[in-house]
């Protein structure tokens, strides 16, 4: 079993920058990929990042490409979410997600855990 809360959101203007949180519980997170996910008013929910359980194999959707850098840190079952030159069209609430594998995907359906989301707001 898997908790996670997401923290660090919050009203930014158009350039500039948050840091996202997910803090997580369990003994099983350093065994677990890590996603972020977020879902914009009146659309689905899409993929962000997502980052393998090492650390060392990262993905990122085109849109943020450049823009965000995911981490993670497993002494602290910590996952971090940087994001840059943030636009209005970043607005959503983000998500950050686990699932039971090495490897993060695309897909909301292959994760298994998910915290309660937290809000970012871009104005312009």
């Known amino acids: 079993q898997v908790q996670l809360v997401e923290s660090g959101g919050g009203l930014v203007q158009a350039g500039g920058s948050l840091r996202l949180s997910c803090a997580a519980s369990?003994?099983?997170?350093?065994?677990?990929?890590m996603g972020w996910f977020r879902q914009a008013p009146g659309k689905e929910r899409e993929f962000v990042a997502g980052?393998?359980?090492?650390?060392?194999?990262?993905d990122y959707a085109d849109s943020v490409k450049g823009r965000f850098t995911i981490s993670r840190d497993n002494a602290k079952n910590m996952v971090y979410l940087q994001m840059n030159s943030l636009k209005p069209e970043d607005t959503a609430v983000y998500y950050c997600?686990?699932?039971?594998?090495?490897?993060?995907?695309?897909?909301?359906?292959?994760?298994?855990?998910w915290g309660q989301g937290t809000t970012v707001t871009v104005s312009s």
């Open positions: 997600a686990s699932r039971t594998n090495f490897y993060p995907t695309r897909s909301t359906n292959d994760y298994n855990y």
């Open positions: 369990g003994r099983t997170f350093s065994s677990n990929a």
């Open positions: 980052i393998s359980r090492s650390g060392e194999w990262i």
